[in-house]
């Protein structure tokens, strides 16, 4: 997701965001993230480096969105299943990758409708930061999972986004599980979208109540193409890895 400069501090008793949230702005949001740094150079191919060799396996992707993950797992040979919360965002997936997966709007608060056991693999990209509860989708992607199953998760890393704060000059509470909403402006299409930012301890401590163990974390770097896509960005840098989001694979 792309993380917008504009930031208002949000009332804790703000909803989760609604499918209108990401309706309301579906077209827009799908062509910026289509080439952008954060997407397609950083959060996209790590979450692909990630799902390795997928042919033959059954895979959920959990907040599909636009349907650039389940292109990628098409790909690869994998049987997909996609599910968001958003008609208009699944729309824009049907058009990118047609009759190859199946589409289910759903909420990923309430239970799944799928059986247990029903998957190799869950991917949840850049979807989980929207939620205030973890526990609830936790359980339900543990439960849908076959034993020795996969969840590949990506979401905004905790600690960049406690010094996103600091560099606006607000003072942000690191420890707590708070909200914070960005408006979001693509060619005319504005929503306002919440995020529930959390620690890294409550993090890990989500994925333990709920039963994972956990596989591996990953804080890397941008794709080679990200040189030539902003070389101004990493000229002086012979590293390129940066904070934006934390990359995590927990097992069933």
């Not at 190859?100 to 930061?129: N, R």
Request: net charge negative.
């Amino acid at each position: 997701m792309k993380i917008s400069p504009s930031r208002t501090v949000a009332d804790s008793a703000r909803p989760v965001n609604d499918s209108a949230v990401y309706d309301a702005i579906a077209e827009g949001y799908a062509a910026e993230n289509a080439g952008s740094l954060l997407n397609q150079h950083y959060n996209r191919p790590e979450i692909r480096e990630m799902l390795g060799e997928v042919h033959g396996r059954r895979v959920l992707d959990a907040g599909a969105g636009s349907g650039v993950t389940i292109e990628d797992l098409l790909d690869g040979g994998a049987s997909v299943v996609g599910i968001d919360g958003s008609a208009q965002m699944l729309r824009l997936a049907r058009e990118r990758v047609g009759d190859g997966a199946e589409l289910i709007v759903a909420d990923l608060g309430a239970p799944l409708p799928f059986d247990d056991g029903a998957f190799d693999d869950v991917v949840c990209s850049l979807t989980l930061h929207n939620l205030r509860d973890w526990d609830a989708p936790l359980t339900e992607f543990r439960r849908v999972l076959k034993p020795g199953g996969r969840l590949l998760l990506s979401v905004e890393h905790p600690f960049a986004i406690w010094y996103a704060g600091r560099q606006n000059g607000e003072e942000p509470d690191y420890f707590a599980t708070r909200p914070r909403t960005d408006r979001w402006e693509f060619d005319g299409q504005q929503a306002d979208v919440t995020f529930w930012d959390r620690p890294l301890s409550e993090m890990i401590q989500a994925f333990l109540r709920s039963g994972f163990t956990i596989a591996d974390v990953r804080e890397p770097g941008v794709s080679p193409g990200a040189r030539e896509y902003v070389p101004e960005l990493f000229a002086d840098r012979d590293d390129p890895r940066f904070l934006a989001f934390l990359f995590v694979e927990l097992r069933r």
